[in-house]
């Protein structure tokens, strides 16, 4: 397997398990820094390498009225401020071709949404930058269907990339994991992430937003390490039912250090 190299972190293969975590989507700079800064103290006593994540945008929200974040010339500044005082990698989504350049600029790892996992203009276009390009399993596609986009990237010369699984679509406003495709698109020769907030989404399933099963957070990422990934994707807040995005399907940042404690012990005996 490839190891990605994010600043002075490697992922995959024999290396550690690394965690890429932070709230949904940037509601304030102050509420952003505080959560960064308590997440790398969390991920520092366990010795877990840790990659900051949170959203400028919220591009793909179902209603009108959904908070999207700052927008990109603001959020980029909070991100660029969390790199540099806290001396941490970040990585946050993309939405259209317009936002890379300056996306590149301060991002480690530009992150392609699952429902646009397929967009080749897009996926192209983030990896041309030469930056670590993390690309989401769209719900609605097979893990093999992967290795097509893996392709892509790989066609300008990028193959900084990462591969993360966030449950497939099953019937209406549900999603399912399925571990056997860790071991598919692992065998593609890239690390694999497991997004185990994501995967407990309820997609539409409150009307007009998404609903979330946050209690089965802990179980689900405990078996994906068991199963083989290379690192977790954790979205936390520290009061995800007064979140202003994906509330029901992020975790509360007390909870966080149990879960990595939990993974970490499953990944030694392994």
Known sequence: MRQI????????????????????????????????KKIKEIAARLDIPFIFKSSFDKANRM???SFRGPGLKKGLVVLSKIKANL?????????????????????????????????????????????????????????????PIIQKIESTGNKN?????????????????????????????YPVIYDATHSVQLPGGKGSCSGGQREFVAGLSRAAVAFGCDGLFLEVHTDPDKALCDGPNMINLKDLENILRQVKKIRKAL
């Open 63 to 65: 209603s009108i009225n």
């Open 161 to 189: 990339i990462l591969i993360t699984e966030r449950g497939v679509s099953f019937g209406y406003n549900n999603l399912v994991s399925d571990f056997r495709a860790l071991k598919i698109m692992r065998d593609f020769g």
């Open 87 to 147: 001396n941490v990698p970040v990585l946050s989504d993309i939405h259209c071709q317009k936002e890379i350049d300056a996306a590149a600029e301060v991002l480690d790892i530009i992150q392609i949404p699952a429902l646009l996992c397929r967009q080749t203009d897009i996926v192209l276009s983030a990896a041309k930058t030469g930056k670590a390009v993390n690309i989401k399993k769209g719900q609605f596609l097979a893990p093999w269907d992967m290795l």
């Open 5 to 36: 190299k994010v600043g002075n972190i490697s992922i995959g293969d024999k290396n550690s398990l690394v965690l890429i975590a932070g709230p949904c989507v940037i509601e304030s700079e102050s509420a952003c820094m505080e959560s960064a």
